[in-house]
């Protein structure tokens, strides 16, 4: 009982951790476009629209994270006026939510097998 209450919490903060790896890339990549004015909440809310879809991609089918959180992080950044290109805003988005999910998801996976579940 110990291990899965271990597994549930440990899980709990792999999510805060990979809402935390989206606010940063987003962060970077509206800095490195020259965004100055309201960073902070431009980057929440684009963190928040991204994560969004990744969590319902996940939800619905595993790779549906891969359709989805790119294209809210594309929809999301249209609204902010920042100058890219459809199709760069698009692969910013996914390579965004790849490196989040890669880092997370091997995080995760070390701690399964650090505590025994795996």
């Not at 809310?45 to 991609?57: E, N, P, R, S």
């Not at 902010?80 to 692969?91: E, L, Q, R, T």
């Amino acid at each position: 009982m110990f291990y899965r209450v271990l597994t549930l919490l440990g899980a709990v903060l792999f999510v805060i951790a990979l809402f935390g790896l989206l606010w940063l890339f987003c962060r970077r990549f509206l800095q490195r476009h020259g965004v100055v004015d309201q960073l902070t909440d431009r980057t929440t809310v684009l963190a928040t629209w991204t994560f969004a879809g990744v969590a319902i991609g996940l939800v619905f089918a595993g790779v549906g994270a891969l359709l989805l959180g790119p294209w809210a992080f594309y929809r999301t950044l249209r609204g902010h006026d920042v100058a890219i290109s459809d199709a760069a805003a698009m692969w910013w988005g996914l390579g965004i939510v790849l490196a989040a999910l890669l880092v997370t998801g091997s995080g995760f996976a070390a701690f399964l097998y650090l505590v025994g579940a795996v």
